[in-house]
T-cell receptor
């Protein structure tokens, strides 16, 4: 089964709506989760690093009030795109990094399947 | 700031051809280099390379790291249409405290294999 589950896989909604995306590590504890955004024909751009029990660290140019991240437990992080607009339409991917002794040791991060967000 | 550069950015080949994808990096405290394949969804892990000169192989795919040249190549032999994807190279940077790693990705090479 999947190591990291991301939900939903696809969202289509109206401009102004807030959208929540969940990222769960299924068989290991993830102290750190990462949120990426990928525009068409571009690479993955790191948006923020989410640490369990503390505030997320945002990359330069990413608005923390626009992209709310909550990492309340060792298996769940959520990204909420607040008041989404068409320019927020993108492919959002989460990944989880296992603590020592957990997860697959040959991979530093395990990716979810991504969420394709379309804002009309 | 860590930097990862991939070339070419895109490549079109015919089935059966052999391709070589390139990745060069500039990082502080190099630990490893990773290759991923991305189709319609999130990246799928291919290889993690830590030692120079040791080839990693999986079927028709192989990869090798050259620490002296700060680069890696990914080879695909006898390409098939199913190999069409974006191939991403990434280097991890350790984060303080939790023993986890942040990845810096290259822009990727878009490979198209035509019948």
């Amino acid at each position: 089964g999947a190591v990291v589950s991301q939900h939903p896989s696809r969202v289509i909604c109206k401009s102004g709506t807030s959208v929540k995306i969940e990222c769960r590590s299924l068989d290991f504890q993830a102290t750190t989760m990462f949120w990426y955004r990928q525009f068409p024909k571009q690479s993955l751009m790191l948006m923020a690093t989410s640490n369990e029990g503390s505030k997320a660290t945002y990359e330069q140019g990413v608005e923390k009030d626009k992209f709310l991240i909550n990492h309340a437990s060792l298996t769940l992080s959520t990204l909420t795109v607040t008041s989404a607009h068409p320019e927020d339409s993108s492919f959002y991917i989460c990944s989880a990094s296992s603590i020592r002794g957990g997860g697959r040791s040959n991979q530093p991060q395990h990716f979810g399947d991504g969420t394709r967000l379309s804002i009309l | 700031e860590d930097k990862v550069v991939q070339s070419p950015l895109s490549l079109v080949v015919h089935e059966g051809d052999t391709v070589t994808l390139n990745c060069s990096y500039e990082v502080t405290n190099f630990r490893s280099l990773l290759w991923y394949k991305q189709e319609k969804k999130a990246p799928t892990f291919l290889f993690m390379l830590t030692s120079s000169g040791i080839e990693k192989k999986s079927g028709r795919l192989s990869s090798i790291l050259d620490k002296k040249e700060l680069s890696s190549i990914l080879n695909i032999t006898a390409t098939q249409t199913g190999d069409s994807a974006i191939y991403l190279c990434a280097v991890p940077r350790s984060l303080p405290g939790a023993g986890s790693y942040q990845l810096t990705f290259g822009k990727g090479t878009k490979l198209s294999v035509i019948p």
